[in-house]
């Protein structure tokens, strides 16, 4: 992907409109030329002024502007890229019925690049009959339709149709250039996903943990929603992350809250993702009161450790005994390496270990992986040459294990 794209934003006339200012900041930071294409009922929401200040490029609603430059065709002919958000129900059919009555459904009538469309509008109206036939009619089309968030609406309403946040939408219209679109190639299929990292408490305040903020399950939750699964997500440390949208999250602590979690809910997955860093140790006792500094006190100055459950392993052994349907289960592997052994032996050692039908080695250390926005690594099956990720986002990453899973 070049790293300047020009990317069109389109804006529809709702209330969401306000979150289009946050997405073009963010499109912008990240380097890429923004041009923002608002309808005219959107401006009710959002002023011109607004939308060129921060996208630093002339706003335009109607083909009658800049006329003697073909504006119309123009904008559409030179975008990498056009993204919408807010798309109302109304846009959509307007989409759907090849309109050309304002500057955005015009620009795309014309754009060749890839076209990202996120909707937004009451339960009722994205569940409507209508507003769903449109949406499998562009998607028939090629183009990229996102599933919205359920969240709260105006007024007191809540429900799904909410826009997702902008970091969210830019995340998914980039990783949808990148990899040609999200297939629906997992509609149906209940997705169970790990994330984040797990504490084990020494004392009410203090707890073993890891540098893991759940930003790579939680990408995978992201993509495979949009690609039609039903994901549920067992979160440790995740707090700074939206939510993925469409997405049932289960808040969990400790590594044997989260191997209760996943014991529950495995029975009815059909992929299992088991992206969290989990500990693989805890203290042996949890002190009742904050240790203090100063005493003479033996859990001052050792800490007894007891190993944790092996989720992975005994989910495997769960689907072995034929506890569990036939499920496909990914595990991951975070390696430093060691003196004798680097990070793809040792996961190559841990993949005949676990038993699992895919895994995910990420190559950890300072400054990688653990909190980052981008990942690479491999991919490992039983019997096979490892299979290379190259580097990317954490979005694209998912895109590529999904893609792997789907395989199987």
């Known amino acids: 992907m070049k790293d300047s794209l020009k990317i069109v934003v389109g804006v529809a006339g709702g209330i969401a409109a306000y979150k289009a200012c946050m997405l073009v900041r963010i499109l912008k930071e990240q380097g890429h030329s923004v041009t923002v294409v608002p309808t005219p009922s959107a401006l009710n929401f959002v002023g011109a002024a607004t939308f060129e200040a921060l996208s630093g490029n002339r706003v335009s609603t109607t083909v009658f502007d800049a006329v003697d430059e073909v504006q ?108 040609g679109g999200y297939s629906r190639d997992l509609e149906g299929k209940r997705v169970l996903i790990t994330a984040g990292g797990t504490q084990e408490n020494l004392d009410p305040v203090r707890f073993l943990g890891n540098r893991s903020s759940g930003r790579q399950g939680f990408a995978l939750a992201e993509v495979a929603a949009q690609r039609g699964a039903h994901v549920t997500i067992v979160a440790g440390n995740t707090d700074e992350l939206d939510t993925p ?42 002190a009742n009161a904050k240790l203090k500094k100063g005493h003479d006190d033996a859990a001052l100055n050792a800490i007894h450790l007891v190993e944790n459950p092996d989720i992975l392993a005994t989910t495997v052994e769960r689907r072995t005994k034929g506890e569990l349907g036939e499920c496909v289960i990914i595990g991951f592997a975070a390696e430093t390496g060691s003196d004798t052994q680097d990070p793809l032996e040792l996961a190559q050692a841990k993949l005949k270990r676990k038993g699992c039908d895919l895994l995910m080695l990420n190559q950890v250390g300072h400054g990688k992986v653990f909190g980052e926005l981008d990942n690479a690594g491999w991919l490992l099956a039983p019997g096979q040459e490892p299979r290379e990720v190259p580097a990317g986002s954490k979005f694209e990453v998912a895109a590529a294990i999904l893609d792997a899973a789907s395989e199987l």
Do not use: Y
């Not at 998914?172 to 990899?179: F, G, M, P, R, S």
């Not at 400790?254 to 140790?281: N, P, Q, W």
């Open 72 to 179: 119309h065709v123009r904008i559409g002919q030179e975008a990498d890229l056009v993204v919408i958000a807010p798309a109302t129900a109304d846009l959509m059919a307007r989409l759907v019925a090849g309109r050309a009555d304002d500057l955005l459904t015009a620009t795309c009538l014309v754009a060749t690049c890839p076209v990202v469309v996120a909707p937004a509008m009451h339960t009722e109206m994205w569940m409507h009959p209508a507003t769903q036939a449109n949406v499998a009619t562009l998607r028939d089309r090629g183009v990229t339709v996102l599933d919205p968030a359920h969240g709260r609406l105006t007024g007191k309403d809540s429900g799904p149709g909410r826009l997702p946040e902008p970091q969210q939408i830019a995340d998914l219209a980039l990783t949808a250039l990148q990899t």
């Open 245 to 286: 949208c469409g997405a049932e999250i289960v808040k969990v602590v400790s590594a044997r809250e989260m191997a209760e979690a996943v014991e529950k809910r495995a029975t009815d997955a059909d992929l299992i993702i088991m992206a969290a860093a989990v500990a693989d140790f805890r203290p042996e006792t949890e």
